[in-house]
């Protein structure tokens, strides 16, 4: 057991408190400090995966049974759950609506999966770099990382993950979009190790490229897994909605821990959901917002290329949210740091150190999204951040 | 590591997952299955917690700041934070929006508590009987039971829990109402033994008749201590939203496990729930709730009377959800069988079993919910189950 005392916080000297011993190895997100300051008005933000605000749809409430405003099942209303599986049906994903798990966010979905398999010494497969707040959760239940990157898939041939996390198309951080070649490594790896791949993937519907987008999960023959996406990207945040699917013998498992969890998921949002994707005019509000995003990302571009060109790579990303830059300079750049000058200049961004699992290589690297600021802000604060890399290189 | 294999349920042989050991704790709640059939029209059910649908506020969305569609605060929403702080301010426990954290339902506060408190082998003080869904948490990470009731409180201060969980107000299932003396009890056994107190207390507004509901909490004088409650019971369940406020020495931690659980609650549910709160008719339209529950569990008080008077004991309560039947019977009675048969019958309750911590001592016991059914299909349900009973016996 640890001890946490914070005298000064309290009225009175409490008692010592027996935390959990996990509690340890529980970091804060750097998202958090920065959601709290993205709302200021001056502040050009490239810091959360956040969607642009124009492209959130217009709310409605109508149709809204008074009788959802009751309890509902842990799995979600079974409208949805069909729907979802049926649309995952047309992109290779064959499953039925008992193996859909709606969930509060897919934040949630990485809980319930750290919850089924991770405690003190399992070993997890993850991207280096890979999504913090993955590895946050991962790290708390008391995760020990395999780390690998794309190209070195191949490598985890000869190790045992029992969980192999991967965020194959847009990658959260790096925007990589994993090549049929790579999505068929990983899916021979993950049959041949035994490990479950837990396969997140929010971005895919945010394309604006030619990318192969199958999901890695339908290429599996053997192993057990579980697959992810959200509503956060395509339709809003707010509304926390997002779902997993899993194979079979998983699905009872992690139903009861969303019961335990926060019993069911909020029900208004379903509503809300399940009627905006049925709405005739879907695919084209998202082909919309695609349009925009890529006008965006084009943008961002050009700007990039015309402040960071000399001190800096990229790959310019075929869909999601997300630059990630890698500093040319042989001096270690903490972007921690850089952030808290960047804040003083009304920039926001997300250091690439929280993005490294413990005992991989943290090169000199950030995270810039490219959706939420309007391209004149974007060149306004990409030429401020320029400047202060400067400074510190 | 555990091992589950399920060769029926996937298409090809599945390889074996190494689920994490905490998992062969896992017991799914008879929640989940009686909420998949309470929807049938002909079924009558005394089974979940079920706030009367007639109790629902009526939706809009109205005032809702497409904004708000974004990305928010782990925290919550300021406004609605600022509301709970000066509402328990009002009732005796003081605390600054700085101590509320915005919780996707009071269920998830359980889970945020057990993350921060349990791990394998350690003590929990909960009452026996205790709220199932509170018990399944706790169990789940590995706790430890030391069970009391409102009568031995005093016997907890020779023993050492790091936790102490209790629902003082109508209690979750007995519908108890700890007196003044069971409060004062409680705060000086935590402040002396050091555990931390966990109060749920999600149904004190639930009340009809005049009791003592002030906060425990706000009797400590030393120990650190989380207060949480719940929207569910008096605006509505399906918009899954309740709160938690702590000790400030906690605060940090909690909204850390918050974020990594869901990043925040949602959004729309904040607005709706907060724009219901301050409306001028709030006050009556609780009155006219509770006015409602009155009248239901007066008739409900009557129809056991007539059916059960001579094959249980029970305790009206003075508000809350839940009457608490013990059979008078030598015969040690499995609820849970009896269940079945009465679902057969179109009759849902729950079984008492689920509410007793691992060893402790579980007698003929099971919990009858009064809000949900008419007071007609409530005489027709107690006369049915009864007529069960009476066979079994």
């Not at 609506?97 to 919850?115: P, R």
Request: aromatic residues 8%; glycine residues 6%; proline residues 6%.
């Amino acid at each position: 057991m640890s001890v946490l005392i914070d005298q000064q916080s309290t009225q009175h000297q409490p008692l010592p408190v027996r935390l959990a011993r996990r509690i340890d190895r529980l970091q804060p997100s750097p998202i958090r400090e920065i959601l709290k300051v993205i709302d200021q008005p001056e502040m050009i933000s490239f810091a959360g995966g956040l969607p642009s605000s124009d492209s959130f749809p217009q709310l409605s409430v109508e149709g809204f049974d008074h009788q959802q405003l009751q309890y509902g099942a842990t799995e979600g209303d079974l409208a949805l759950r069909k729907y979802i599986a049926e649309d995952l049906g047309r992109r290779s994903l064959h499953v039925s609506a008992d193996q859909v798990l709606i969930l509060s966010g897919s934040q949630q979905g990485i809980d319930l999966v750290a919850k089924l398999m991770v405690e003190q010494g399992t070993r997890v497969a993850v991207e280096s770099p890979s999504y913090l707040a993955a590895l946050q959760v991962f790290s708390l239940f008391g995760a020990e990382y395999l780390s690998y990157t794309p190209d070195t898939i191949t490598d985890l041939q000869r190790r045992s993950p029992a969980l192999t996390y991967a965020i194959p198309t847009f990658q959260n951080p790096t925007g990589h979009c994993y090549s049929a070649a790579q999505r068929s490594q990983l899916a021979q790896v993950c049959d041949a190790n035994g490990s479950v791949l837990f396969e997140d993937d929010p971005y895919r519907e945010l394309c604006f490229g030619d990318c192969n987008r199958q999901p890695v999960c339908s290429l599996l023959e053997r192993t057990s897994w579980i697959y992810q996406s959200s509503f956060s990207k395509v339709l809003a945040p707010g509304l926390r909605l997002g779902y997993l699917v899993c194979s079979p013998d998983l699905y009872p498992t992690l139903s009861w821990l969303k019961q335990a969890a926060d019993l069911h998921s909020n029900r208004l949002s379903q509503h809300i959901v399940l009627q905006q994707l049925l709405e005739p005019g879907a695919v084209q509000r998202l082909q919309r917002v695609n349009q925009r995003y890529k006008i965006k990302r084009d943008a961002f571009a050009l700007s990039l290329q015309q402040y960071f060109s000399d001190i800096a790579c990229w790959q310019v990303p075929d869909g999601g949210l997300f630059f990630w830059l890698t500093l040319s300079t042989d001096k270690k750049i903490d972007t921690r740091q850089l952030l808290q000058q960047a804040l003083q200049h009304n920039v926001a961004f997300m250091p690439g150190e929280p993005f490294f699992p413990a005992g991989s290589q943290s090169a000199s690297c950030f995270r810039l999204n490219f959706s939420h600021a309007t391209p004149e802000q974007a060149d306004r604060g990409l030429c401020v951040l320029s400047q202060l890399i400067r400074e510190v290189i």
